[in-house]
């Protein structure tokens, strides 16, 4: 039980450990709301971002790929900030919802730890950080990352909506793939637009993998996902998802240069997202967390590739 709110809530075990658990315990549940021990969310939202400076070439206006590294700081900032506002956004559409998953019912908002003013004043103060990191983009970029609050907004109804929401968070997650090209160009290229189609097949292979560890909870609920839409073709669908985002990738890559070793620069990333399908246990709800994070490695590999292909 918890204790800072006088013995009424069961709290979480991620409260009581780990770098949450060091916090003052008052603290502990706005930690949770934004997912402060899970930084998974933020590191998918800003790969895409990476990729897209990377590839780009790293420099700025200025020409120097320093800057490129500073620009990169910034979106990582500015994707845990919007991550984090995600998160909260999320649980208080959701609340209801996630009182009836087992993975989720103990929420701060769903378990009644964070009230709802509590929940909006996080809401925004992490909208305020992102409103920051806006503000040192270049003007192109500025617009293009304004469009994205349309889609952010309409996000969490989508699992209400569609049977495929994940196709809709892999506009959200890939986004910072547009901004991050005009912030080194000042416009828009084609490498831009296949690099963002590849992160949202990306995103929703992955996201389809994450899945496949509520589709009970989910089809009581009646919640729809990719996972149920799916079902016993779940591997299958990711894989199409991956190979669509190799092959869009390798398009964004060919924008930049036309040489034939390019594409090569790919081999890890590719390795590395058929080893997930071919390794995943669909049935197994742990193996499937485990395939969904292994996507932060996976990110790496891809900045990787564009870093070499847009700086060489």
Sequence with gaps: MSGGHGDLFIVPDSERRGLIGALPASWR???SLIRLDRPIGAWL???PGAWSVALAGMAPATGRELDGW???????LG???MRSAGCVYNDIIDRDLDRQVERTRLRPLASGRVSLKGAWALLVAMSLIGLVVLLQLQRTAQIVALISLALVAAYPFMKRITWWPQAWL?????WAALVGWPSVTGRMDAAAFWLWGGSVFWVIGYDTIYALQDKEDDALVGVKSSALALGRHARLGILVCYLLAL??????????RLEYWAPLALLPMAFHLLGQVALLKPDDGADALAKFRSNRFAGL???AACYVVGTA
């Design 29 to 31: 549940p706005y930690a």
């Design 247 to 256: 092959a869009l990738w390798t398009l964004a890559i060919r924008e930049v």
């Design 301 to 303: 590999l891809m900045f």
């Design 79 to 81: 994707a845990w900030a």
């Design 170 to 174: 892999g506009l959200v997650f890939s």
């Design 70 to 76: 500073i620009l990169i700081a910034w979106l990582a």
């Design 45 to 47: 939202l800003f790969w």
